[in-house]
């Protein structure tokens, strides 16, 4: 049996293609939107600005005015998934593990917004972490080692018939030259 490139890449493309339809779609929808949590706010909650200069709030008050917010539902710190202290903006962020987030006053511990952070869930969608531990490293990484493929496999079929070309075109100016492979210069040919 003969091997035939362009029939085999072709195979490959179609059917990695088929093998990551569902994942891929996943990953592009959800990179779509992180592309653009900034200019919405339902994505990510835009950042505040607090008192200027250096936070002087302790890790306690900080924890008080979360819990003054009934929504975010933080009551210990064991409520907190993460602090995120902006300095430059006088703020701390307190993410709530329920997905909400309290902009607190570095400074006075004023609750300067209350809002739902879905960026963070969107990005565990994305990689894939979101549906099961497994599923980021056994559908999400072989998958994106098969869109590598098929990026490899489209290169090939798009410069395919360009190549064609420029063989055929190279051997018709050799063919009305009348001069044969053998007398041709090396670098010609």
Do not use: C
Not at 10 to 29: D, G, Q, S
Not at 170 to 189: L, Y
């Amino acid at each position: 049996m003969k091997w035939n490139a362009p029939v085999l890449m072709r195979k490959l493309h179609r059917w990695a293609t088929v093998l990551i339809v569902v994942p891929f779609f996943i990953v592009l929808a959800s990179g779509l939107l992180l592309q653009v949590k900034k200019q919405f706010d339902w994505i990510q909650p835009p950042t505040q600005s607090g008192s200027p200069g250096e936070p002087s709030l302790s890790f306690e008050a900080v924890l008080e005015a979360a819990r003054g917010v009934e929504r975010a539902g933080i009551r210990t710190w064991t409520d907190v998934d993460r602090l995120d202290v902006r300095p430059d903006d006088g703020i701390i962020k307190v993410r709530g593990t329920n997905g909400w987030e309290v902009q607190v006053d570095a400074q006075t511990g004023a609750v300067l917004q209350v809002a739902q952070r879905r960026s963070d869930l969107i990005e565990s969608i994305h990689d894939g972490s979101w549906f099961h531990d497994k599923a980021k490293l056994w559908i999400f990484l072989p998958s994106a080692v098969l869109v590598f493929g098929l990026w490899g496999t489209g290169v090939y079929l798009f410069y395919l018939p360009h190549g064609v070309r420029w063989r055929r075109k190279h051997r018709d100016r050799v063919e009305a030259t009348g001069v044969k492979k053998a007398e041709m210069p090396d670098d010609v040919s």
